[in-house]
C-alpha cells in the first residue's frame, strides 16, 4: 500500500479520536476534611477526580468562581460499584442549609445544598478511558457570588469504595497533563477494581510476542542492531496500547453493551495497532534502510501514536527521534517496499 495513504488514514483516525479528549484525569490525597480539601486550580476546566470513599467518610474539593461563572460539578462510580454517591455543595454565598449527613463538616458561615444521589438503570460508557460509570449527580448552574465553594461526596449507610467527581466543562490539557494521561489510564483501571494482571496483561503479552518474534527474525549479519532492537521495543509498547485499549472496551461493553462510542474508542485501537505493527514489521525485515519515506512514515507514526497516548511516550520518542535523527542509512533495501 502507498505509504501517503496509509499517512494519511492514521493521522485521520488519531484526530478522529481527539475530540474524545474531556477531563483531565487526577488522583486526590488527603483531602478528608474542609481544611483539607483538594483545592481545584481551574473550576472552568474539565477534571476528573478518582477518589475513594472509606465508611462514614466524606471527600472535599474547593473551588473559587467570580459572579456569573458556571459551576459544573458531579459524582460516579464504576459500574462495579456498589453505593451512590452523592455531593454536598457548600459556600457563604448560599442563604439555605439543608440538613446534612453526620459524617459531612459544614464549615461555619457556609450555607449547605445536598444533591441526593440517583443510581441511572444503566452504566454510561466512556469512550475515551474506555470504562463503564454510573453518573449519580450531574449539576450546571450559574454562581450569583464571586467566592469560595466547597464540595464534599459522600456514601450513603456507610458504604466504601472508589468514588469519582468531575468538575468544569472547558477540555483542555497542560502538556504535563497530556504526556501522563497514558500513566494516569492505568491507574484509573486498577481504581475500578481490577486486578493488575488484567490491567498489566496486553503489554506483557505483546512484549513477549516481540521478543519472540525478534529472536526467530533475528540475524548474525545485523547491522545497527540498536535501532532495530529500539523500534522493536517503540512497537511492542504501541502495539500492547491497541491491545489494551481494545481489551478494556470489552470489558466496559460486556457490561452495558454496545453503543455509539464504541466508534470513538476503535480509533485508539486502531491507530496503535497500525503504527505498532507497521514499526514491528519494519524493524524486523532482513533488509532495512531509514531512507525519506522510511523516516517519514516513522514520523507519522511517532505523532500519531503520541495523539491517541499509545507507548507511555517512550514508543513515540524512540520513532520520532529514529525518523528525525538518523539519516539515510545504506544497509539494505530498505522498508519503503512494504509500503508500496
Known amino acids: 500500500m502507498d505509504a501517503t495513504r496509509i499517512a494519511i488514514v492514521v493521522l485521520a483516525l488519531a484526530f478522529v479520536a481527539t475530540p474524545a479528549l474531556a477531563h483531565v484525569p487526577a488522583f486526590p490525597g488527603d483531602n478528608t476534611s474542609p481544611e483539607r480539601a483538594l483545592v481545584v486550580p481551574d473550576a472552568a476546566k474539565s477534571w476528573s477526580f478518582y477518589d475513594r470513599l472509606e465508611r462514614g467518610q466524606a471527600k472535599y474539593y474547593r473551588v473559587t468562581l467570580e459572579d456569573g461563572q458556571r459551576l459544573r460539578f458531579g459524582a460516579f462510580t464504576p459500574s462495579g460499584g456498589e453505593f451512590t454517591p452523592s455531593v454536598v455543595l457548600m459556600s457563604e454565598s448560599l442563604n439555605r442549609t439543608d440538613r446534612v449527613p453526620s459524617g459531612v463538616s459544614v464549615p461555619e458561615g457556609m450555607g449547605a445544598v445536598v444533591f441526593e444521589g440517583e443510581r441511572p438503570d444503566a452504566a454510561t460508557y466512556e469512550p475515551f478511558t474506555p470504562s463503564a460509570n454510573y453518573h449519580t449527580v450531574s449539576v450546571d448552574r450559574a454562581v450569583e457570588e464571586d467566592g469560595v465553594y466547597l464540595l464534599a461526596v459522600y456514601a450513603p449507610r456507610n458504604a466504601s469504595g472508589p468514588v469519582g467527581v468531575t468538575i468544569g466543562y472547558e477540555e483542555e490539557f497542560s502538556p504535563t497533563e497530556y504526556l501522563t494521561v ?46 532495530r532492537y529500539g523500534l522493536i521495543g517503540a512497537g511492542t509498547l504501541v502495539l500492547g496500547t491497541g491491545v489494551s485499549a481494545l481489551v478494556q472496551m470489552g470489558i466496559a461493553l460486556s457490561s452495558i453493551g454496545p453503543t455509539a462510542g464504541m466508534l470513538v474508542t476503535a480509533a485508539f485501537v486502531a491507530v496503535p495497532a497500525v503504527c505498532g505493527a507497521w514499526v514491528l514489521r519494519c524493524a524486523l525485515r532482513d533488509d532495512l534502510v531509514l531512507g525519506v519515506r522510511t523516516r ?27 525518523a528525525l535523527v538518523f539519516g539515510k542509512a545504506a544497509f539494505g533495501r530498505g522498508c519503503e517496499t512494504v509500503l508500496r
Open 296 to 322: 517519514s512514515s516513522l514520523a507519522v507514526a511517532g505523532v500519531a501514536s503520541l495523539v491517541t497516548w499509545a507507548g507511555f511516550i517512550v514508543g513515540p520518542a524512540v520513532m520520532l527521534f529514529v
Open 182 to 227: 497514558p500513566f494516569d489510564l492505568v491507574r484509573v483501571h486498577l481504581w475500578e477494581g481490577q486486578h493488575p494482571l488484567v490491567v498489566a496483561g496486553p503489554w506483557l503479552v505483546t512484549l513477549v510476542g516481540g521478543a519472540a518474534l525478534l529472536r526467530v527474525r533475528r540475524r548474525d549479519g545485523w547491522t545497527r542492531p540498536v535501532i
